[in-house]
């Protein structure tokens, strides 16, 4: 009985309570806030914050992207200058000149300094010969000059053009000697003119360590010619500078003896190193040729055939003059 009178008790409580909290005249409960999550914690141990885009995140990515992008700027820059651009395409250009990656061409240390073709060697003399035509004193080894390198048609055989030649050497002169066989002597030109008659060529390169593979004329490459004689041989003979055409010119401090052998004819030359404008050594080579030229047409200035030390000589092609050596 005592009880269930305690159970009565209880659900009329009950349901007192229940009615006061709808009455105008309670009081709400104030709610409960839960504090706003630390985002920079949640991103570094929830990994669901990667896809958050809250301004801290944001902040943090934003960071990061200039560092990729300096990475890649520095590996195609193309101003850097401490390793060669992976762009082959790149000209070659941008490479320095004191490390050349051209490879067609030669250097001037790859130049073999000495020149294809006939070689002459020039002996060293310590007594100067007399340049007066006579050859009787000259012992140097002798070098055909019989190779037709102009007008052919007109050449009939080495009766009628050819010859020899000699060198030497001394610190102030070229010296040369030779016999020129031809069977009529005919030069009534002079000056620049003088190849169209009977004439002595001297072709001289005078530099092959900066030129050597140079296939057109320069400032280092001469032309000379040496006239023997004006109408008969030892007349006023003269020696004349084609080239360098700046100093074109005659050559009056080329000394010049000749001498008539019945039909033939016969010559001494002093030549100054300085009209090469280089200096002599021994052991050293130039680009050289000499060619004798014949005119047979009397009262007419005209070169009609020409024969050379080199086979291959071309004028304005000094790789095809040949070589001079200065002997001990």
Wanted: charged share 15%; hydrophobic share 35%.
């Amino acid at each position: 009985m005592k009880s269930k009178t305690m159970r009565s008790l209880t659900a009329v409580t009950v349901l007192l309570f229940l009615a006061a909290c709808n009455l105008p005249a309670g009081t709400a409960p104030t709610p409960f806030t839960f504090p706003t999550p630390d985002l920079t914690l949640t991103a570094i141990f929830s990994p669901l914050a990667a896809t958050a885009t809250s301004p801290a995140l944001v902040a943090t990515a934003t960071q990061a992207a200039p560092a990729q992008v300096t990475a890649t700027n520095a590996v195609v820059n193309p101003t850097a200058t401490q390793a060669p651009p992976t762009n082959t395409s790149q000209p070659a250009a941008t490479n320095t000149q004191a490390a050349p990656t051209n490879t067609s061409g030669p250097t001037r240390t790859s130049a073999p300094l000495v020149r294809g073709g006939t070689s002459i060697r020039a002996s060293f003399v310590s007594t100067a010969p007399t340049i007066d035509g006579d050859l009787s004193e000259w012992t140097a080894a002798r070098y055909d000059v019989k190779t037709v390198v102009f007008g052919r048609d007109k050449w009939e055989d080495e009766v009628d053009l050819s010859g020899y030649v000699m060198a030497a050497w001394d610190n102030n002169y070229l010296y040369l000697a030779g016999h020129v066989y031809d069977n009529d002597f005919v030069q009534e030109a002079e000056d620049e003119n003088l190849y169209k008659g009977d004439s002595v060529e001297i072709l001289m390169d005078a530099r092959l360590d900066v030129d050597y593979y140079t296939t057109t004329l320069s400032p280092d490459d001469f032309q000379i010619g040496i006239s023997p004689g004006q109408g008969q041989v030892g007349n006023n003979p003269q020696a004349y500078r084609w080239y360098p055409t700046s100093v074109e010119g005659e050559l009056s401090s080329v000394k010049i003896g000749t001498k008539l052998i019945v039909d033939d004819y016969e010559y001494e030359l002093a030549i100054p190193w300085s009209v090469f404008e280089t200096t002599a050594a021994a052991g050293k080579h130039f680009g050289f040729a000499v060619s004798y030229s014949d005119n047979d047409t009397y009262a007419a200035e005209q070169q009609e055939s020409m024969v050379s030390t080199s086979a291959n000589r071309r004028l304005t092609d000094p790789t095809t003059w040949g070589d001079l050596l200065l002997g001990n």
